[in-house]
């Protein structure tokens, strides 16, 4: 099934992927935010600071990518719609704007790390998460156009 990607606006609200996505990858964190708590995430803070693209899959939202100059500051695919190239086209535009990319990831999210990987990001620094509203240890990973 081809990917249809455009721009989203506010009324296309990712917080509901968002949601989906990350319980599923990281069960043992599951609950830390209440659906309102997501939408008012996205409201506030992600439209207002990154540019959103979403992938839509037969007119529904099957992932989104929220970048900021040089950072992905959120992507997320629904998990009915992983393993079918709706993170990879995602991750392909965003390396179509410009020459170095940076993210944040979990270090147990072990799917989104090789996912990373594939797509030539390396790994630059991992940290304790003492940073990180989750208090979960993370990687920093770097993509540099060759």
């Known amino acids: 099934m081809a990917n249809i990607v455009r721009q989203l606006a506010m009324s296309d609200m990712g917080a509901a992927v968002h949601r989906a996505a990350f319980d599923a990858a990281l069960p043992w964190l599951a609950g830390l935010h209440t659906p309102d708590e997501d939408r008012w995430f996205y409201r506030e ?10 992938a839509f899959q037969r007119d529904a939202l099957a992932g989104f990518i929220a970048l900021r100059n040089e950072w992905i500051d ?64 993370d990687a920093l990973y770097r993509w540099t156009r060759a």
């Open 45 to 54: 803070r992600v439209f207002r600071d990154c540019a959103l693209w979403g």
């Open 74 to 137: 959120q992507l997320y695919v629904h998990p009915g719609a992983q393993g079918r190239g709706v993170g990879s086209a995602l991750l392909d535009l965003a390396q179509t704007t410009g020459d170095r990319l940076q993210l944040w990831t979990f270090q147990r999210n072990l799917a989104a790390r090789r996912f990373y990987e594939r797509h030539g990001f390396v790994l630059v620094e991992e940290t304790d998460g003492a940073r990180n509203e989750e208090r979960e240890p």
